[in-house]
């Protein structure tokens, strides 16, 4: 099994590699709204879960995971607001077990920001402020997963993921992108191993705009770049994941995991950064209580933030969340981005799972 594994894993770092070095000029932050997370209880473990997830949301983070839900049927639902109220997030899950060996799920996400003003016509050709010419839109990404997760020999699970994505900024513009995930689990008796690979044949977005005359004229005589249909790539991203539960007594259980976020898009502001190779470590701890309450804190976003005078100073995000369980019910909350002083990143997430037989 080992022999197969590694052999199975070398063909995909291969074709990752091809894909990374042939891609070398794509954009780094292609899709990000596919890397913020899902679920409250993720939020309050600073996302440090694909190891030890064990219900519908891991169709986002690690499909494989989903062989270990609770019920014949989940279902996630999460609402969570950035930039003041500004934009808004929403997740929405569902997962079905189809035998004992395989898990299918779906998930749906939109993060948009509603009502914004259109003021291209907001001076007319003789020189007038009408304000009846003001317009609004919403600029939104949509993304749908399509999961899939199977039980194999020896302890090792696998799933993937079909995504597809749609971005739209008004009647202006609009985008079509397809990807697929790749996950594996491997368990033992007190240890929980992962690794995902997202993005694994690189995701290639399509835009195409649709200008009107009258805006493409207030364009040319601002100075304003008029756009053109492009494509946008998503490079692979690679995540390993370690976890560990501990059953501290009769009452308390605690979980803790470790998770190393892989990008190959060139040089970022990782803990470890090089042109080539850039991991961000991130950490989640979770203490239950007769497995009814739970409370949560994680560790993420590690980056170096250079200062006015060219140093360097390493900034880390904590996250802190609380959870409730009620026979088939799950409530959690969490308050993310903590650690940075713009109030705009400052954001709570809630989020009501449930499960049936």
């Known amino acids: 099994m080992n022999t197969k594994f590694l052999f199975t894993l070398g063909i995909v770092l291969t074709s990752v590699w091809g894909a990374v070095f042939s891609q070398s000029n794509a954009p780094k932050y292609s899709n990000e709204f596919l890397t913020i997370g899902v679920g409250a209880r993720n939020f309050g473990m600073a996302n440090s879960v694909i190891a030890g997830i064990e219900d519908v949301t891991a169709g986002y983070y690690n499909p494989a995971g989903l062989l270990h839900i609770k019920k014949d049927m989940e279902f996630s639902l999460m609402h969570s607001e950035y930039f003041q109220g500004i934009a808004k997030y929403d997740y929405l899950g569902f997962s079905k077990r189809l035998d004992e060996n395989s898990v299918g799920g779906i998930s749906l996400i939109r993060f948009g920001t509603d009502d914004i003003p259109n003021t291209t016509q907001l001076i007319d050709k003789e020189g007038n402020i009408n304000y009846d010419n003001i317009t609004r839109f919403s600029a939104a990404d949509y993304a749908l997963l399509l999961s899939y997760a199977r039980r194999l020999k020896m302890g090792l699970e696998v799933g993937g993921n079909f995504k597809i994505i749609h971005r739209r900024i008004g009647d202006m513009a609009k985008s079509w992108g397809f990807g697929l995930d790749l996950s594996a689990n491997y368990r033992t008796e007190k240890w929980k191993f992962a690794a995902v690979l997202r993005d694994v044949t690189t995701t290639v977005n399509s835009w195409s705009y649709s200008i009107d005359d009258a805006t493409r004229e ?13 494509t946008e790539i998503t490079l692979p991203r690679l995540i390993l994941g370690a976890s560990r539960d501990v059953k501290l007594n009769e009452k308390f259980e605690l979980t803790a995991e470790m998770n190393l976020n892989t990008t190959f898009d060139g040089k970022r502001n990782t803990f470890i950064r090089s042109n080539g190779l ?71 997430v809630f989020s009501l799972s449930f499960g049936l037989n």
């Open 218 to 230: 207030v364009f040319v005589a601002t100075g304003n770049e008029i756009p053109e249909n492009s």
């Open 278 to 348: 850039n991991i961000e470590p991130s950490l989640g701890v979770e203490i239950g209580f007769k497995k009814l309450l739970f409370v949560r804190t994680g560790f993420g976003n590690v980056q170096w933030i250079r200062q006015f005078d060219r140093s360097e100073t390493l900034s880390i995000m904590p996250s802190i969340g609380v959870g409730v369980a009620f026979k088939k019910f799950k409530i959690d909350y969490a308050i993310s981005n903590v650690g940075n002083n713009s109030l705009a990143l400052y954001s709570n």
